[in-house]
C-alpha cells in the first residue's frame, strides 16, 4: 500500500458556559469540559487521534483479529511502542491455515539504520489508516512492518472521513483507504469514550478478490 494521506489536524472546541449571580453577586464561568473528540467534525476527530498517537511516548494495543475471503485470520496479538527507545509484535493464532506464534522486535530488525520514532510513526499509522492486520501480515511472512521509508503519512492515505450515517453519536468513523491516489479499502473505525479505537471492519480490494477484515482491540493505552 502506497498512497498520499491528507489528513486535517482541527482543534476540538470546548464550549464554556457562564453562570449568573443574583443580589450583587458577580457572575460566575463554569470550567470548560474536557475535550470531546465526538462533538466536532470527523476530519477533527481522525486528525486528533493520529495526532495524540504521534505524540505519545508510549503505545500498548491489544487486538483479536478475524479475516476471511482473500486471505484467512485468526490471531491474537500485542503492539508495544515505545518512541525513545523501540517498539516490538507478539503474534499467535492462525494465517491461512498456517499456525502461527511469532514475534518481532525493533532491536533486532532488518532495517537495522531505522531509529526508534521512524518505527513508532509506522506502526500508528499503519493501525490508524491501515489497521493492525496489514503489519502483522509482514512480520508474519518474515518482514519488518511498513515505515514508508520515513515518510508513512505520505505513504498510505484515507480520503476526508465521516461519521457513520452522518451522525457522531454513533463514534464510527467511515473512510476509505487510499493508495496510489485510489481508494483499495473501505474502513468503519468506532472510537471508545476516550476517543480511542475500539473496533474495526474493513474490506480491502485485491485483485484476487476481497479480504473482510474485523478487528476488535481489548486494550488500547496511551501514555503521554
Known amino acids: 500500500m502506497r498512497g498520499v494521506a491528507v489528513i486535517a489536524v482541527a482543534g476540538l472546541l470546548a464550549a464554556v458556559a457562564p453562570g449568573c449571580g443574583g443580589g450583587g453577586h458577580a457572575a460566575t464561568t463554569a470550567p470548560a469540559p474536557g475535550p470531546d473528540p465526538f462533538a466536532g467534525d470527523p476530519v477533527a476527530a481522525l ?68 531509529g526508534p520514532p521512524v518505527w513508532a510513526d509506522g506502526l500508528v499509522i499503519g493501525v490508524t489508516r491501515m489497521g493492525v492486520l496489514h503489519n502483522w501480515a509482514k512480520v508474519i511472512g518474515g518482514a519488518d512492518p511498513d515505515t514508508g521509508n520515513g515518510d508513512i503519512r505520505d505513504w498510505v492515505g484515507t480520503d476526508e472521513p465521516t461519521w457513520l450515517h452522518d451522525d457522531p453519536a454513533s463514534r464510527t468513523l467511515a473512510f476509505h483507504v487510499v493508495f496510489g491516489g485510489a481508494p483499495i479499502g473501505e474502513v468503519e473505525l468506532t472510537l471508545d469514550d476516550r476517543g480511542l479505537p475500539a473496533r474495526r471492519v474493513q474490506v480491502v480490494h485485491f485483485p484476487e478478490g476481497d479480504m473482510r477484515v474485523l478487528e476488535e482491540y481489548v486494550r488500547f493505552d496511551v501514555r503521554p
Open 47 to 114: 486528525g486528533g487521534l493520529e495526532a495524540r498517537l504521534l505524540a505519545a511516548d508510549h503505545v500498548t494495543i491489544t487486538a483479536q483479529v478475524s479475516a476471511s475471503g482473500a486471505a484467512r485470520a485468526e490471531l491474537d496479538g500485542t503492539i508495544e511502542i515505545a518512541r525513545a527507545t523501540g517498539a516490538s509484535i507478539a503474534l499467535e493464532g492462525t494465517f491461512d491455515g498456517t499456525a502461527i506464534a511469532t514475534r518481532w522486535d525493533s532491536t533486532a530488525a532488518a532495517a537495522v539504520d531505522t
